[in-house]
C-alpha cells in the first residue's frame, strides 16, 4: 500500500477519542491514560516487521532493521499537557508511523538503512515541571539529582509516578545506548505559532531552536509614603523597571526572529500607599543566533543601569536559567527545502521559539532536523488548536519525501 496521509488524519482522530474528554486532550506523561495512548498505538503496528521496546527512560523505540545498521531516526511524542490539543507532538508521531509503512513496503520490510520511529517520554514535562525528559535522557543532559524529588499537585513524587511505569529513576542515563548508530533524526510538528498562516504558507523548515537567556532583574529604590513625598525626590523602583520592559522591544525588533518578555513583574511593599522601594522583574530574552543573544542581554543591561541611574535606583541581575541555541544541520536543511518545494511549492524557513525533543538530539551530534506545518490562529496547548486536514496530508507527503532523500544522505555518507 502506498503512503495513505488520509489514514494518518483518520488514526489522529480515533486517538483524539480515546484520550481527550470535554476539556482537550489528556495524554499527560506517566498517567494512565498516556499508557493508554501507547497500548493504542501497539495495535497499529500490526504486519510491519518491527522490534518494539520501552529505554531505560521510558522512551519508545520501533525499529524497522535495515540492510545497513545506520539508522535514520523519526519521532515525537505521545504524552500531551492537561487540556492539550489533539495534533502537539501526535502529529509527528502518527505520520512518522505513516513512513515508517511505507518504507517497509517499498523494500520489502528490509530497508537499505535502518529505520527507528521512538515516541519521547514526557516531553510537556507538565506533571512534573521538566520538559523534554526522554530526550534530554537520551541526549545525556539531564541530572537527575535535581529532579528527583520534584512532586506532582498530589504530592506524589518522580520517583514513584515513574516507578509506576516501570521506569528507575536512577537508570534513566542508560537511555544513551539508544544512539548507537543513528546518522540522522527528523521531527515533523505543528508550528504553535501564527508565522505560518499569516504567510498563507503550510510548511516551513526549522533552522534550529532559539537560545534562551533568562534573568531576574531587580531594582533597589526607596519605599515611601504616597501622600507625603514629593515627586521630584522619590525613588520609585516601578518606574525603573516600566522603563525597561518599553525598552526591550526595541532591542528585540533590532533582529528579524528575536523576542524579548517581561512576563512578571512584583513590587514590594505592594500597597496602594507607598512608592515602590523594590521591583523585580523577569527577563526572557530568545533568539536562534549566539551573537545575537548576547548582544540583546547585554543591550538590556546597559539599558536597565542608565534607568536605575535616571530614577535614583540601583539594579541587580541574577541568571535564573539559559541554554544555547541549537542550529540543524545544513545538509538537512537543504533536504527539508527541497522536500517542501516538491510537495507544496513555497516554504517558509524559520527558527523555533519553543524547545523541542529534536533540540536534545541534534545537541548530541546526531543530524537533526524539523519541519512545521500550520497552526490554525496560532494556538497550541489548548483543545481548539487545529490545523487543516489538507495541511496535514501535506506534511506527511513532505515527511515522506525527507525521509526518502535523507536514506539517499545517509547511504552517500557511508560511501
Ligand atoms: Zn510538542
Redesign the pocket.
Same mark, same amino acid.
Given at each position: 500500500m502506498p503512503l495513505n496521509p488520509k489514514r494518518t488524519i483518520q488514526e489522529l482522530r480515533e486517538l483524539r477519542m480515546l484520550t481527550e474528554d470535554a476539556n482537550g486532550a489528556q495524554r499527560v506523561a506517566w498517567t494512565d491514560l498516556w499508557i493508554k495512548a501507547q497500548d493504542w498505538f501497539d495495535t497499529k503496528l500490526g504486519g510491519l516487521p518491527v522490534e518494539k521496546h520501552r529505554d531505560a527512560a521510558g522512551n519508545k523505540w520501533i525499529t524497522l532493521a535495515g540492510t545497513s545498521e545506520k539508522a535514520l531516526i523519526l519521532g515525537s !511524542?505521545l504524552d500531551s499537557v492537561p487540556n492539550g490539543g489533539w495534533l502537539?507532538?501526535s502529529l509527528g508521531v502518527m505520520a512518522s508511523l505513516e513512513v515508517m509503512r511505507r518504507i517497509s513496503e517499498e523494500f520489502g520490510g528490509k530497508p537499505p538503512v535502518t529505520i527507528r520511529l521512538v515516541d519521547w517520554a514526557d516531553?510537556e514535562g507538565a506533571r512534573f515541571c521538566r520538559s523534554l525528559f526522554g530526550s534530554s535522557a537520551f541526549a545525556g543532559t539531564h541530572s537527575i539529582a535535581a529532579d528527583r524529588v520534584r512532586t506532582d499537585r498530589d504530592g506524589i513524587t518522580l520517583e514513584q509516578a515513574l516507578a509506576r511505569c516501570d521506569v528507575a529513576v536512577d537508570k534513566i542515563g542508560d537511555a544513551a545506548v539508544e544512539r548507537r548508530n543513528a546518522a540522522a533524526y527528523l521531527e515533523i !510538528?505543528i508550528e504553535q505559532g501564527p508565522v505560518l498562516e499569516n504567510a498563507g504558507l503550510p510548511l516551513a523548515t526549522v533552522l534550529g531552536t532559539k537560545g534562551v537567556e533568562r534573568h531576574l532583574v531587580t531594582f533597589y529604590g526607596q519605599e515611601a509614603h504616597s501622600g507625603s513625598t514629593p515627586m521630584a525626590v522619590r525613588r520609585d523602583a516601578l518606574a525603573a523597571a516600566s522603563k525597561l520592559a518599553l525598552e526591550i522591544r526595541p532591542i528585540a525588533q533590532r533582529h528579524p526572529d528575536a523576542v524579548c518578555t517581561i512576563g512578571s513583574v512584583k513590587t514590594f511593599p505592594g500597597i496602594v500607599t507607598a512608592v515602590v522601594g523594590r521591583c523585580e522583574a523577569t527577563l526572557d530574552q530568545r533568539d536562534l543566533d549566539t551573537g545575537v543573544l548576547a548582544q540583546m542581554f547585554e543591550e538590556a543591561r546597559v539599558a536597565s543601569e542608565r534607568f536605575a541611574a535616571e530614577e535614583g535606583c540601583r539594579v541587580e541581575w541574577s541568571r535564573i536559567w539559559s541554554i544555547e541555541p541549537v542550529p540543524f544541520h545544513p545538509a538537512l536543511i537543504d533536504l527539508c527545502n527541497a522536500s517542501i518545494r516538491e510537495v507544496a511549492g513555497d516554504g517558509l524557513q524559520l527558527p523555533s521559539g519553543p524547545l !523541542?525533543d529534536a533540540a536534545e538530539v541534534c545537541r548530541t551530534g546526531i543530524p537533526t532536523v524539523m519541519m512545521f506545518v500550520q497552526s490554525l490562529g496560532g494556538i497550541s496547548h489548548n483543545k481548539i488548536e487545529n490545523t487543516k486536514d489538507e495541511h496535514l496530508e501535506i506534511i506527511v507527503r513532505a515527511l515522506d519525501k525527507l525521509a526518502g532523500k535523507t536514506i539517499e544522505w545517509i547511504l552517500n555518507q557511508e560511501k
Open positions: !511524542h502537539d507532538g516531553e !510538528h !523541542h
